[in-house]
C-alpha cells in the first residue's frame, strides 16, 4: 500500500527527480522503496517521514558490517586526525598494513595487491594485468555475469539492458553459459587471455556451479596457459561464511581476484586487485602502465584494515553460518506454506536467494518486503529470484523479521 510522503518529502523528491532524474526515482516508488534516507545504524535505516528499513541486502555486501559500525567508526575518526588520501607516488605505512592483513586471507600465494576506488575498476584492471600478461585478447565470462560498469568490465556483460545503449563493446570478448565445462573447453584457445568467473551468481538468483567446476577451469587455464580470474565482489569478506567464497572449492588458487564493496566497510571507498607473485612480474615491466590519483587512499586502508580485524575470526564466520542456517530453516516453512509461489531456494552462508515461480515475481517481491519496511533486491539477471543477502551482524530477531516479512509477502503473491 502506497502511503502519501509529507510534503517536506514531496518537495525533496521533486528537487531529486530533477536533479538525478525522474526514472529511477519513479522506479524506486514502484517498489515502494523511495527512501529519502536519514538516521543509519546497524540493520536499520529510516526515512524522512519516519519508517524504518531493516536491510535484507546490504548493497550486496557493502554493508556487511552494517551501518556505522562501531569499531570501524572508531578507526575512522582516528585516522582523519592525521590522515589524507595520502600521495600515490610516496609510499605509506597504513596502505602497507592493510596489504599484509588482506595477504593473510588470501589463497595461495596471491600476495600482490592495487588498490582501486571501486569494484568496476579493480575488475578492468585484473583484465589488464591478464591481457598484458599473457600478451593475448581473449576474455572468457559467463554470459550471466555482472563485473561492473566500465570499459573492460562492462564488456564481459552478456545482458542487452547494460550493453547495447553503449554498444558496440570492446573486440575479444566472449561467453560461456556459467558452471558449463565443456562450453569452456570449446572457447578457450591459444587466443584466450583469462577467464573470468564468479564463485556463484547471485546476479542470476544465487547460481552454484557443480562442486568440481572450478578445479576444472583451473586445469583448462593451465592447459592453455591462460589466467584464472576470480570476482569476489560480491561473495567475498565473509559472505558465504568462509572468507573468500573461492575456499568452498577446495585446493583451487585462481590467478587474480578481485574485491570491492564490503572492503569499503560502507563509510570509505576501497576495492582490491589481488594477484600472485608470477603474474606480478608483468608491473617490472611495465611499473606505472596503471595508476589512480585517489584511489588505495590511506583513511580507506585504517578503514578496510579494521574491517578484516572485524570479520577475519573463525567465530565471526561461523556466526554467519549459523544465522544461513536460521534463514534456510524459515526458507523451508516458507516452501511448505507456499509452494504454488515459492519453487525453492539457495543458501550459503548468508548469501541467500528465492526462486520464484512467477517469471517477474522478484519485482512484486521487491515492492511487497519495500512494503514490509523491508530493503532486498531481486536478481536483475533473473526476475524470478529475489536475493536476501542481510549485513553479517545481523541478529536472530532481525533474521525473524525478514521472514515474517517473506511470509506476508508470499501470502499477497500467491493471492494475486
Ligand atoms: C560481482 C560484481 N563485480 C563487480 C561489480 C562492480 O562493482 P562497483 O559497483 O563497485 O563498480 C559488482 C557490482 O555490483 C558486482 O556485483
Not at 579493480?122 to 559467463?142: E, F, M, N, Q
Amino acid at each position: 500500500m502506497e502511503t502519501k510522503p509529507s510534503a517536506e518529502k514531496q518537495d525533496l523528491l521533486d528537487r531529486y527527480a530533477y536533479r538525478f532524474g525522474p526514472m529511477r526515482l519513479r522506479t524506486m516508488q514502484h517498489l515502494c522503496l523511495d527512501v529519502f534516507e536519514t538516521e543509519r545504524s546497524g540493520c536499520y535505516s529510516k526515512d524522512i517521514d519516519g519508517k524504518k528499513y531493516l536491510d535484507a541486502l546490504s548493497v550486496q555486501g557493502i554493508f556487511n558490517l552494517g551501518r556505522r559500525h562501531p569499531v570501524i567508526v572508531e578507526a575512522m575518526k582516528k585516522a582523519v586526525d592525521h590522515l589524507d588520501i595520502g600521495n600515490n607516488f610516496f609510499m605509506s605505512e597504513e596502505r602497507l598494513i592493510f596489504a599484509e592483513k588482506l595477504a593473510e586471507t588470501t589463497p595461495g600465494d596471491i600476495n600482490c595487491f592495487f588498490f582501486s576506488s571501486t569494484g568496476s575498476e579493480a575488475v578492468d584492471l585484473a583484465i589488464k594485468i591478464a591481457r598484458g600478461y599473457t600478451s593475448r585478447p581473449g576474455i572468457i565470462s559467463a554470459n550471466e555475469c555482472y563485473h561492473g560498469i566500465t570499459g573492460y568490465a562492462l564488456s564481459t556483460n552478456g545482458n542487452p539492458d547494460y550493453t547495447v545503449p553503449f554498444g558496440p563493446m570492446m573486440p575479444g570478448f566472449s561467453r560461456v553459459p556459467y558452471g558449463d565445462i565443456d562450453a569452456l573447453q570449446s572457447e578457450i584457445s591459444d587466443e584466450t587471455a583469462a577467464v573470468i568467473f564468479e564463485p556463484m551468481i547471485s546476479e542470476a538468483g544465487l547460481l552454484l556451479p557443480p562442486d568440481d567446476y572450478f578445479a576444472k577451469v583451473r586445469e583448462l587455464c593451465d592447459k592453455n596457459d591462460s589466467l584464472m580470474i576470480i570476482d569476489e565482489v560480491v561473495t567475498g569478506l565473509g559472505r558465504t561464511g568462509k572468507f573468500w567464497a573461492i575456499e568452498h572449492y577446495e585446493g583451487v588458487v585462481p590467478d587474480i581476484m578481485v574485491s570491492g564493496k564490503g572492503l569499503t566497510a560502507g563509510m570509505y571507498p576501497m576495492a582490491a586487485t589481488m594477484f600472485t607473485e608470477d603474474v606480478s612480474d608483468f608491473f617490472l615491466a611495465y611499473p606505472f602502465s596503471h595508476y589512480s590519483s585517489t584511489a588505495g587512499s590511506d583513511i580507506g586502508c585504517v578503514v578496510s584494515a579494521a574491517m578484516i580485524d572485524v570479520i577475519n575470526r573463525p567465530e565471526f564466520l561461523e556466526a554467519v553460518n549459523e544465522k544461513g542456517a536460521l534463514l534456510a530453516k524459515g526458507y523451508e516453512e516458507l516452501l511448505t506454506l507456499f509452494p504454488d509461489v515459492l519453487e525453492s531456494y539457495v543458501q550459503i552462508g548468508l548469501n541467500t536467494a528465492l526462486l520464484l515461480d512467477d517469471p517477474s515475481g522478484g519485482f512484486r517481491m521487491n515492492r511487497y518486503l519495500g512494503e514490509e519496511g523491508v530493503f532486498a533486491l531481486l536478481s536483475t539477471n533473473n526476475t524470478a529470484a529475489i536475493r536476501i543477502q542481510p549485513p553479517l551482524i545481523i541478529s536472530n530477531e532481525e533474521i525473524g523479521k525478514i521472514l515474517d516479512a517473506l511470509h506476508v509477502s508470499l501470502k499477497k503473491l500467491s493471492l494475486k
